[in-house]
Each structure stands twice: as structure tokens, then as C-alpha cells.
T-cell receptor, first 114, second 111 residues
Framework: DSGVTQTPKHLITATGQRVTLRCSPRSGDLSVYWYQQSLDQGLQFLIQYYNGEERAKGNILERFSAQQFPDLHSELNLSSLELGDSALYFC?????????????FGSGTQLSVL | SQQGEEDPQALSIQEGENATMNCSYKTSINNLQWYRQNSGRGLVHLILIRSNEREKHSGRLRVTLDTSKKSSSLLITASRAADTASYFCATGVYNTDKLIFGTGTRLQVFP
């Protein structure tokens, strides 16, 4: 068990809908990373937060947004969903968020857009 | 685009053999890390090598880093069936907090 909790584990929804994925980092970790894993695109870095503030941005679509709350949990919001958004979404956490530490990954949320 | 590209994409070996996976990347890095993923589950950190290090060992794992060639290799010695998984390199992009993953190598170890 990595100590990183992601909910829900599975999500099935329709095109055009909006969903929220939730992540609780390991106790004491200040940094949260979001990744998208799909068969054709591999593991794509989306965004990173450190202690409530956005720290780094990757290939995140404008339809997607995220935030980290004062209790350090994070949410990834996906809107106007398309078939191509079907993927496994991972959250990971680390202590200092310097990019120089290992990440602890959650077990992911499998999103299916029908 | 992906920071790291891994080679080979897939590797099949017998138990007891060594497995070598290679990773190439494009820009300057703070560190390079290797992760393992079992069939759709979360990734697990294996080893981290800093940009000023050339080689690192952890149990049956040996990692090398050549920053002049922008490449790294992961060697798993005396492989076991339980080593069957996908292996990813990840680069800590220099002067950022980004950790960018490669495309992965699928390793199959037959008993």
C-alpha cells in the first residue's frame, strides 16, 4: 500500500459529461502529481501541485482542471468528456515536490467514456 | 511529447536470465528514476540515480546513467517470474518539478 488514495476506482460516464477524480496524498506529503495513462499515449504528465499551489503543468487539456485543497487532497475535474478521454488516471505524491524525489502512486481511477 | 523513449518495447526471457532495458531522453535532467507497473496497477518506485552519478545498485537491480549520451539502462539480474511487469524510466526535468515518464518496456519472465 503506497498510502495514496484515489477515488473512485472505476467511473463510467457518457460523452459531454463532467467528472471529478479525488486523490489523498500520503500523510505528510505536500506535492501531488496527476498523470493520464492510455494505450496509445503512454503515461502523460498532466499537472503538479505543491502545498495548494500549481507548480508545474504538462499536457493538460483546457477541458481539464485541478486543484489542491488546504488539507492537501487534490481533485482533477474533467469536463465535456470525449471518447478519447477514456484512460487510467493516476495521482502520485511526494514530500517536497522538488522533482528530485521518488513518487508514491495511487492505484488509479479507470475512466470509461461511452 | 514523451521525454523518455525505452528500448526494447517488449522483452521475453527465461527465469534466471538477466534483463536489460534502455532509456533515452532529450533534455537536461536532475535525476532519472525507474518504476515498475504490474498490469494496470499503480507504479512502484524502484531506484533513483542523480545526474552526477554514473551507476547505482539496489538488490538485483543495477542502473547506469550516461548524461553525455542522454541514456540510462536498467539491468535486472537472475530474473524471476515475479519480475514480469512493465518498467518505466522517468526523468526529473532540470530546473523544474516535472517528472516525465518514458514509453515503458514490457518484461515477461517465463518459469
Amino acid at each position: 500500500d503506497s498510502g495514496v488514495t484515489q477515488t473512485p476506482k472505476h467511473l463510467i460516464t457518457a460523452t459531454g459529461q463532467r467528472v471529478t477524480l479525488r486523490c489523498s496524498p500520503r500523510s505528510g506529503d505536500l506535492s501531488v502529481y496527476w498523470y493520464q495513462q492510455s494505450l496509445d499515449q503512454g503515461l502523460q504528465f498532466l499537472i503538479q501541485y505543491y502545498n495548494g499551489e500549481e507548480r508545474a503543468k504538462g499536457n493538460i487539456l483546457e477541458r481539464f482542471s485541478a486543484q489542491q485543497f488546504p488539507d492537501l487532497h487534490s481533485e482533477l475535474n474533467l469536463s465535456s468528456l470525449e471518447l478519447g478521454d477514456s484512460a487510467l488516471y493516476f495521482c502520485a505524491s511526494s514530500g517536497a515536490g522538488t522533482g528530485d524525489e521518488k513518487l508514491f502512486f495511487g492505484s488509479g481511477t479507470q475512466l470509461s467514456v461511452l | 511529447s514523451q521525454q523518455g523513449e525505452e528500448d526494447p518495447q517488449a522483452l521475453s526471457i527465461q527465469e534466471g536470465e538477466n534483463a536489460t532495458m534502455n532509456c533515452s531522453y532529450k533534455t537536461s535532467i536532475n535525476n532519472l528514476q525507474w518504476y515498475r507497473q504490474n498490469s494496470g496497477r499503480g507504479l512502484v518506485h524502484l531506484i533513483l540515480i542523480r545526474s552526477n552519478e554514473r551507476e547505482k545498485h539496489s538488490g538485483r537491480l543495477r542502473v547506469t546513467l550516461d548524461t553525455s549520451k542522454k541514456s540510462s539502462s536498467l539491468l535486472i539480474t537472475a530474473s524471476r517470474a515475479a519480475d514480469t511487469a512493465s518498467y518505466f524510466c522517468a526523468t526529473g526535468v532540470y530546473n523544474t518539478d516535472k517528472l516525465i515518464f518514458g514509453t515503458g518496456t514490457r518484461l515477461q519472465v517465463f518459469p
